[in-house]
């Protein structure tokens, strides 16, 4: 009789939880909301568009300042083409680094997303400019003590034509970087097309002086003025050069720029409240303008992860951020001293 009682209450427990159970919702917790993009890169459709309408009228503007500068025996028209070869290769790397950063925008291979493609391509594009600037320079120093005659009417003309589609692409790349940067805050401009536009402003540049430089040998007799400004043109494409590298390494290198005080008002907002202390933080540039940060906490009373979260919340260029917390036994002079 008592094992039958038994075994009826253990029946109906038995049911009870059951039916207990299947009240809830047994179904899995979307959990999307906490993933985060990787896709740093804005949308500059508008902005390859132009770009590779200036390749092309860039590419037979070289091509023909090369050729009569050849022809003509004119260095400066020469390193004005040269020059403009460098445009070129620039323009043709910063529209390949376009579309792979959109083609592998969400490739999740790439942990920080894709904003230093174009990076790696102006560091690229520096190295060969670099080569460029070298060879332009020797070959103007060769012909400063062999000098060659020079055929001033065909080598003006062309340089006056290369001025002229100089400031057409300065224009056009001007209008792009205008619709890019729209947005007016720092982290949504396309840098990388802001130095195209500075670079085709300095070949107008060195196209005057080449336009000068022959003038001044037609009517005055000049000669030596040729190669001098072919040696002033590779000055300024090496100097261009040097401030690229200069700039791309360092984010290649995750070297936190100079001009950027992100560390200091990243440690400032955080220690504020005097109990807690980084000890460990990490910033680097994974894009133009954009960082990422790695931050450590200890502190006897540990804030949420989205309290620390919400002091740098006006760090807009701040697009990625880990905070990890440790709690504190231990009193914060000891460890200073230590």
Same mark, same amino acid.
């Given at each position: 009789?008592?094992?039958?009682? /038994?075994?009826?209450?253990? @029946?109906?427990?038995?049911?009870?939880?059951?039916?207990?159970?299947?009240?809830?919702?047994m179904?899995?917790?979307?959990?999307?909301?906490?993933?985060?993009? $990787?896709?740093?890169?804005?949308?500059?459709?508008?902005?390859?568009?132009?770009?590779?309408?200036?390749?092309?009228?860039? /590419?037979?503007?070289?091509?023909?300042?090369?050729a009569?500068?050849?022809?003509?025996?004119?260095?400066?028209? %020469?390193?004005?083409?040269? $020059?403009?070869?460098?445009?070129?290769?620039?323009?043709?790397?910063?529209?390949?680094?376009?579309?792979?950063?959109?083609?592998? #925008?969400?490739?999740?291979?790439?942990?920080?997303?894709?904003?230093?493609?174009?990076?790696?391509?102006?560091?690229?594009?520096?190295?060969?400019?670099?080569?460029?600037?070298?060879?332009?320079?020797?070959?103007?120093a060769?012909r400063?003590?062999?000098?060659?005659?020079?055929?001033f009417?065909?080598?003006?003309g062309?340089? &006056? %034509?290369? %001025?002229?589609?100089?400031?057409? &692409?300065?224009?056009?790349?001007?209008?792009?970087?205008?619709?890019?940067?729209?947005?007016?805050?720092g982290?949504?401009?396309?840098?990388?097309?802001?130095?195209?536009?500075?670079?085709?402003?300095?070949?107008?540049?060195?196209?005057?002086? /080449?336009? !000068?430089?022959?003038?001044?040998?037609?009517?005055?007799?000049?000669?030596?003025?040729?190669?001098?400004?072919?040696?002033?043109? +590779?000055?300024?494409?090496? +100097?261009?050069?040097?401030?690229?590298?200069?700039?791309? +390494?360092?984010i290649?290198?995750?070297?936190?720029?100079?001009?950027?005080?992100?560390?200091?008002?990243?440690?400032?907002?955080?220690? #504020?409240?005097?109990?807690?202390?980084? !000890?460990?933080?990490?910033?680097?540039?994974?894009g133009?303008g954009?960082f /990422?940060?790695?931050?450590?906490?200890? @502190?006897?009373?540990?804030?949420?992860?989205?309290?620390?979260?919400?002091?740098?919340?006006? $760090?807009?260029?701040?697009?990625?951020?880990?905070?990890?917390?440790?709690? &504190?036994?231990?009193?914060?002079?000891?460890?200073?001293?230590?």
């Amino acid at each position: 009789m008592r094992s039958a009682v /038994a075994d009826s209450l253990l @029946a109906f427990f038995a049911d009870a939880s059951i039916t207990e159970l299947s009240s809830f919702d047994m179904s899995p917790v979307d959990h999307s909301h906490f993933r985060k993009a $990787h896709d740093f890169v804005p949308d500059f459709s508008h902005a390859e568009q132009r770009t590779r309408i200036v390749i092309g009228i860039t /590419a037979v503007m070289m091509v023909l300042e090369i050729a009569v500068g050849w022809t003509s025996h004119s260095m400066a028209l %020469l390193a004005d083409g040269w $020059h403009m070869s460098t445009h070129v290769i620039a323009f043709l790397i910063t529209a390949v680094a376009y579309y792979l950063a959109r083609r592998y #925008a969400a490739n999740v291979r790439f942990s920080f997303g894709t904003g230093k493609i174009g990076v790696l391509g102006g560091f690229t594009s520096a190295v060969v400019l670099s080569i460029v600037a070298f060879l332009m320079a020797s070959e103007s120093a060769h012909r400063l003590f062999a000098p060659l005659t020079i055929h001033f009417n065909e080598a003006i003309g062309i340089a &006056c %034509l290369g %001025l002229l589609v100089n400031l057409g &692409c300065a224009v056009l790349l001007s209008d792009a970087h205008r619709s890019s940067s729209g947005h007016g805050s720092g982290q949504h401009q396309d840098l990388n097309l802001r130095a195209a536009y500075l670079h085709v402003l300095a070949d107008a540049f060195t196209s005057v002086l /080449a336009i !000068t430089a022959l003038t001044g040998g037609k009517f005055f007799g000049w000669a030596w003025l040729d190669p001098v400004v072919g040696i002033v043109g +590779s000055g300024v494409v090496f +100097s261009w050069a040097y401030g690229l590298l200069r700039d791309t +390494s360092g984010i290649l290198l995750d070297r936190t720029p100079l001009s950027s005080d992100l560390p200091e008002e990243i440690l400032r907002a955080v220690e #504020a409240d005097g109990d807690s202390i980084v !000890t460990d933080l990490h910033v680097w540039q994974v894009g133009m303008g954009k960082f /990422a940060a790695i931050v450590s906490i200890v @502190a006897h009373e540990p804030k949420t992860s989205d309290a620390y979260r919400e002091l740098l919340r006006e $760090h807009e260029e701040l697009v990625h951020l880990t905070i990890e917390t440790q709690y &504190c036994r231990e009193d914060h002079e000891s460890l200073t001293s230590s």
